[in-house]
């Protein structure tokens, strides 16, 4: 059982270490599993790919590191963050490697899917950290973990000085050495978390394999996976379409687009942290409430197209321009950064705080769905590319999405209101 040790603050560093340096490992993750918004457009420009096959081939990493999340986040509540976080990213590391030696387009995509195992590593640092925590401070751990998301800014400023270097080839070797070496420190810094440590002083088994899925029949567990679909979904899903995005619509060259994606991606990770902090205090549903909400506004903002118009004034025909330019984009593009980067951190308050026995399982599902959309939304925006012929139709696409988002939990809060009898909410429920 998690619970008991979960409520009882450790008495040494070791909740300090064990979070330090799962940050630091998640963030070689990130930037690994993020290696194809830069070396992608390369790729494309070599081999010829439409739009929605260039949406494919960033969204297949995606796919790989949000399918085996649960499966990662269960293993790691039987068997230890310590032994699974190191056997994800070695395994992480020779699939990028063996990239740099993919010569066709159906070489990478099968490539593309062991690079993706970098990003499974999110559920095992969930599972992983939030055991060393009580639950008063799991919001402000779990959300300075997520901060390791700044690995897909890592990526954006670095690998196009790389590439224009020694071609994306390199990269890809250069990224997986760094894994392999992340692999390393970890497994000689780290140390068992508490329940694990626990368990083998009392030769206690592990829960059966089956039991572990068991919260997984609750449908607040598949809300909470809409949010996080969009508030993670749509960051990575941005994080790699946002060089192309500039580069097609701005004319930007790979190196300012990048630098530019960098600083999208930026608050919408190192901002995570304050959101666990303010999910702590004020609670997790109000802070989903200012994520949908401006999270709409700003979607709503980006999926005006530029266009022309013409309106018949008293003294005739007057024409209209209207166009969110470079500069706007940076503003609002950073604004919808930063509170997606809370809601990202209010999502995963929940799971500890519900499920504190199936942090694994649950924690898996959520992030699984959450990845899925940074694999089918990128594949969807070239897709939406193709058919509209308009830019901004991916923003018009997310606005839907936070809508939709947005209109569930409150109908769900208003539900849970009445079934209370008029009794308040804790903050953090949903």
């Not at 790989?64 to 068997?79: A, P």
Request: charged content about 10%; aromatic content about 14%.
């Amino acid at each position: 059982m998690t619970a008991p040790f979960q409520a009882a603050p450790s008495q040494d560093n070791a909740p300090a270490r064990a979070l330090a340096i799962s940050t630091l490992a998640f963030t070689v993750c990130f930037a690994v599993w993020t290696i194809f918004s830069i070396i992608g457009v390369r790729i494309k420009q070599e081999l010829g790919l439409s739009e929605t096959q260039f949406g494919l081939l960033i969204g297949t990493p995606i796919l790989t590191g949000s399918l085996v999340r649960i499966v990662l986040g269960v293993w790691t509540d039987r068997f230890g963050g310590r032994l699974v976080y190191t056997a994800t990213m070695l395994a992480a590391a020779i699939a990028t490697f063996l990239l740099a030696f993919a010569q066709t387009y159906a070489q990478m995509l099968v490539a593309a899917l062991g690079v993706g195992l970098a990003g499974g590593s999110f559920a095992v640092g969930v599972a992983y950290v939030s055991r060393f925590f009580p639950s008063g401070r799991q919001g402000t751990a779990l959300g300075i973990f997520g901060v390791g998301n700044v690995g897909a800014a890592i990526t954006k400023f670095l690998a196009p000085f790389v590439l224009l270097a020694g071609g994306w080839q390199e990269v890809a070797v250069i990224w997986a050495a760094c894994l392999g070496f992340m692999a390393f420190i970890f497994w000689f810094g780290s140390e068992d978390d508490p329940v694990i440590r626990q368990r083998r002083i009392q030769g206690a088994q592990p829960r059966s394999f089956w039991s572990e899925f068991a919260p997984l029949r609750n449908v607040q567990v598949w809300r909470f996976g809409l949010y996080y679909f969009f508030s993670f979904g749509a960051f990575v899903a941005l994080a790699l379409w946002l060089p192309r995005y500039l580069i097609g619509v701005y004319g930007f060259d790979i190196v300012t687009a990048g630098m530019i994606g960098a600083a999208y991606s930026i608050p919408a990770s190192i901002f995570r942290a304050y959101g666990g902090v303010l999910s702590d205090r004020v609670g997790a549903r109000t802070v989903m409430y200012w994520t949908f909400g401006m999270s709409a506004i700003a979607t709503l903002i980006l999926s005006l197209p530029t266009a022309d118009y013409v309106v018949r004034g008293i003294s005739g025909p007057m024409s209209f321009h209207f166009e969110v330019g470079p500069a706007a984009f940076m503003v609002v593009a950073f604004v919808l950064g930063f509170f997606m980067s809370l809601g990202k951190a209010a999502v995963y308050k929940h799971i500890p705080a519900y499920y504190p026995d199936n942090v694994g399982a649950v924690g898996g599902v959520v992030g699984m769905i959450g990845g899925l959309g940074g694999f089918i939304l990128p594949i969807a925006f070239g897709a939406l590319n193709d058919l509209t012929g308009l830019w901004s139709s991916c923003f018009m696409l997310l606005f839907a999405i936070v809508v939709a988002s947005l209109v569930w939990m409150h109908l769900s809060i208003r539900r849970l209101s009445r079934d209370s009898a008029g009794e308040p909410l804790p903050l953090t429920a949903q």
